[in-house]
């Protein structure tokens, strides 16, 4: 599955880029929401459904790290 994760900060950006996601890092289904509650820094990534817990309906936090590798699209302001 493809989900979005944002940022306010170009330093997190670039960290993220270099070493992926941390356990218990928000992503959400869609960019809108992910860049209003995260940031205009944004990644897209592939997400496994099994890595995942969905709080609510329009975001979820990952129960495993997620590497580099699985970012599919990155985006800057």
Partial sequence: MRAFHGTPAQEAYESIKAEGFRVGTWFAFNRKNAERFGGPYMFEGEID??????DVDWQFHIL??????????????
Avoid: D, G, M, N
């Avoid at 495993?64 to 302001?77: F, G, K």
């Fill in 49 to 54: 459904t099994a890595r995942l817990s969905c």
């Fill in 64 to 77: 495993e790290p997620l590497p580099a590798e699985s970012i599919v699209a990155s985006y800057t302001p």
